[in-house]
């Protein structure tokens, strides 16, 4: 009606819900997975490389080295049955050379036999060198577990010397068999402050020199005092005194039967390398070490540089 005012009309807002999508699946979780175990190899990987031995790095450098085959034709059927020219006619397909990976080869190279035959001189191959050292270090592995089997029966069947096995520690290291010949609390070597050996210390090494005096390997001796400090008669340090006693010990494996030829060094080194350095004093640290040097293989002239 006229004059009348109009009713206003609600309002109607329409809202529109959205719903949530739900569970979005573990896709993620499988590949975040894959990435950490990927990793994780990867870094295996690498520390094996780290400690691996040359020798090792050498063997797989060459197995991933690769090695040319050449392959003539269009197919691989070509390479196995070559085409006659008549079948090819006037153009011959050329010869492709295709780089395969292969294992090392442990046989001798065309250049080998060339100087084996007199035509013509080869390099060796360094992989030979290479068995030649690994088959060297098994033997000499192999002496030195005999001989120290050897020593510690001899020492254990002696009535004397049975009661000082401990005063015997015995390793091969990366240098060669290193034996040890230790003090102890109230049992010593050497008279104090001398080169002069004690009778059963004398007869330890007496034993070491028979075990010792069949094998071809040089010999260094080190004497070692504590890290004490010490003053002789004539203002000797520990230096004199150390080389004093690994002189001494020598002249005993001399009289043992080891050739005086096999003596590569003897060395004093006083206190600079005890064997408990948290502890420089005591009396372990003073000691004699016998080591038996591993031997070098002869590795020809023309990989040396010489003539």
Do not use: C
């Given at each position: 009606?006229?004059?009348?005012?109009?009713?206003?009309?609600?309002?109607?807002?329409?809202?529109?819900?959205?719903?949530?999508?739900?569970?979005?699946?573990?896709?993620?979780?499988?590949?975040?997975?894959?990435?950490?175990?990927?990793?994780?190899?990867?870094?295996?990987l690498l520390w094996l490389l780290n400690v691996a031995p040359p020798e090792t790095l050498a063997g797989l450098a060459?197995?991933?080295?690769?090695?040319?085959?050449?392959?003539?034709?269009?197919?691989?059927?070509?390479?196995?049955?070559?085409?006659?020219?008549?079948?090819?006619?006037?153009?011959?397909?050329?010869?492709?050379?295709?780089?395969?990976?292969?294992?090392?080869?442990?046989?001798?190279?065309?250049?080998?036999?060339?100087?084996?035959?007199?035509?013509?001189?080869?390099?060796?191959?360094?992989?030979?060198?290479?068995?030649?050292?690994?088959?060297?270090?098994?033997?000499?592995?192999?002496?030195?577990?005999?001989?120290?089997?050897?020593?510690?029966?001899?020492?254990?069947?002696?009535?004397?010397?049975?009661?000082?096995?401990?005063?015997?520690i015995m390793e091969i290291t990366e240098d060669g068999m290193k034996i040890q010949l230790i003090d102890k609390d109230r049992r010593a070597m050497f008279r104090q402050g001398t080169d002069e050996l004690y009778n059963y210390a004398r007869d330890m090494l007496v034993e070491i020199g028979q075990s010792i005096q069949d094998l071809p390997n040089r010999i260094t001796l080190q004497g070692h005092t504590d890290g004490g400090n010490f003053t002789g008669t004539q203002g000797g340090s520990n230096w004199e005194l150390s080389a004093d006693r690994a002189n001494s010990a020598r002249r005993v494996l001399d009289d043992s039967g080891v050739t005086g030829d096999r003596f590569f060094e003897v060395i004093g080194k006083a206190g600079t390398d005890p064997l408990y350095p948290d502890n420089p004093t005591r009396s372990e640290n003073r000691r004699i070490t016998v080591l038996i040097l591993r031997e070098a293989p002869v590795v020809p002239p023309n990989l040396t540089g010489g003539n």
């Open positions: 009606m006229a004059g009348e005012e109009e009713t206003p009309r609600p309002i109607i807002k329409k809202v529109k819900k959205v719903e949530g999508g739900g569970h979005h699946g573990g896709a993620w979780k499988v590949a975040y997975a894959d990435f950490t175990t990927a990793m994780m190899a990867f870094f295996m060459d197995y991933f080295s690769p090695t040319t085959a050449a392959v003539s034709g269009r197919s691989g059927v070509d390479a196995i049955n070559p085409p006659s020219e008549d079948s090819m006619g006037s153009n011959p397909s050329p010869a492709v050379l295709i780089a395969q990976p292969g294992p090392p080869q442990t046989g001798p190279t065309s250049g080998d036999q060339q100087g084996a035959d007199g035509e013509g001189g080869g390099d060796p191959d360094i992989r030979d060198i290479i068995e030649a050292a690994n088959r060297i270090r098994e033997q000499e592995d192999l002496s030195f577990e005999q001989m120290q089997e050897q020593l510690r029966l001899a020492i254990q069947q002696s009535p004397t010397l049975s009661d000082m096995s401990d005063q015997l």
